[in-house]
């Protein structure tokens, strides 16, 4: 997505965003988190509540450009940072072996 904007490529980096929205987050991971999230382990639970939350921080700041009122509005009803979703920093890769903090 970065380099379909950085292109001026906006209709790709918005396919991109949707496609990785619905087909990767909204059909496998939410639908493969719910067995956890209905478990009895409470851990596991908040772990999982919190990596969904981040995706779905990331998946926001990435449909942004698209979408601003939409985005901005969910964004504001999240844990977050900021005072707002524009001023948030774009994603970037990390790089290997480094693990960032969890909301």
Partial sequence: MTKSYNKYDFGEA???SYDFFWNE???WY???SK???YGDDEQLQLQTKRV???VYDLCLRVLHPSIPFVTEELWQAIPHEGVSLSLAAWPAADQVGHTRRLP
Wanted: hydrophobic share 55%; proline share 0%; glycine share 6%.
């Fill in 35 to 37: 067995s956890r999230l």
């Fill in 52 to 54: 969904l939350v981040y």
């Fill in 25 to 27: 987050f909204a059909d």
């Fill in 30 to 32: 939410i639908e493969l």
């Fill in 14 to 16: 918005g396919r991109a």
